[in-house]
């Protein structure tokens, strides 16, 4: 099979992985509990940590040194404009999080609560599919610092945080009174940005190769911020915050050992 194929069809894992995690409305009768919901957010939190650092930090860093740029700078540069970039969009997007009726973002009374619960997933999706279109883009351009399983790795990696994420986002959507058919929708559609963004990137990547560590770098930044800004302080509401703790270090040590044995 040949890179482009692959691509193509790795593009659409971490789709695969939302549209899976939405579709539990269809088999979870209930409201998921603050204890599950805290540990799947603490799980997506350890895979996206893990991810940042091995599969786009670290290969950032090598790829300055190959070229002769300081190490740090692609990785301090790229990371802080990727933080900064989610945070002008957290300011600017209207959005609401499952953990407070107060929307951020630019105010709206037009947008309904739903579809701002929907805007927050889509918003934190948009550097994960940036995340799966740079490292792709490098494996493309043939970069020996990016292999062909290293870029499939993060893709499956993406997927399985998208899981319960995919899950989180539908399922409170049923318990505010929305039919399960439209909250699967709804979780899908959120997922739908992550290969737009991860195809946007690869043009811009392929043209612009050089900024190629910068752009690593910067999707770390922009995932991290989600983790930081979103997924830790959601999946801390409830009273037992050590499930989401071990959430974390369970997501994290499984996509260090993926990338690490596989990458």
């Known amino acids: 099979m040949s ?10 894992i971490p789709l695969i992985g939302t549209t899976l995690g939405s579709g539990m409305v269809f088999f979870l009768k209930k409201e998921m509990s603050a204890r599950l919901r805290g540990a799947l957010l603490g799980f997506a ?12 930090l670290i290969p950032s860093i090598d790829m300055a040194e190959t070229v002769g740029v300081p190490a740090w700078l692609p990785a301090a540069t790229g990371f802080l404009s990727g933080m ?6 957290d300011s600017l997007i209207p ?9 951020e973002g630019v105010k709206s009374e037009n947008i309904s609560r739903s579809l701002m619960l929907v805007l927050a997933v889509t918003l934190h999706n948009i550097p994960e599919g940036m995340a799966v279109g740079v490292v792709f883009a490098g494996m493309l351009s043939g970069n020996v610092e990016i292999t062909a399983a290293s870029a499939i790795v993060l893709s ?12 989180i986002i539908s399922m409170p959507l049923v318990g505010s009174g929305i039919s399960k058919g439209k909250a ?3 979780g899908f559609i959120s997922g739908v940005v992550e290969p737009v963004a991860a195809v946007l ?10 900024l190629l560590p910068y752009i690593l770098a910067f999707a770390a930044g922009a995932m991290i911020y989600v983790v930081v800004e979103e997924l830790i302080p959601q999946a801390q509401t409830d009273e037992h915050s050590n499930i989401a703790t071990i959430g974390v270090a369970l997501g994290f040590t499984l996509m260090m050992v993926l990338d690490i044995a596989l990458g």
Do not use: K
């Open 84 to 89: 900064l970039f989610l945070l002008v969009l």
């Open 95 to 103: 959005h609401l999080h499952l953990d407070t009726d107060e929307p």
């Open 156 to 167: 499956v990696g993406i997927a399985l945080q998208n899981f319960p994420e995919g899950a």
């Open 184 to 186: 699967f929708r709804y």
């Open 201 to 210: 990137t690869i043009a811009l990547t392929s043209v612009i190769t050089p």
């Open 3 to 12: 890179d482009i194929a692959v691509t193509a069809i790795s593009l659409l």
């Open 45 to 56: 939190s350890g895979v996206m940590i893990a991810a940042s650092v091995w599969s786009l």
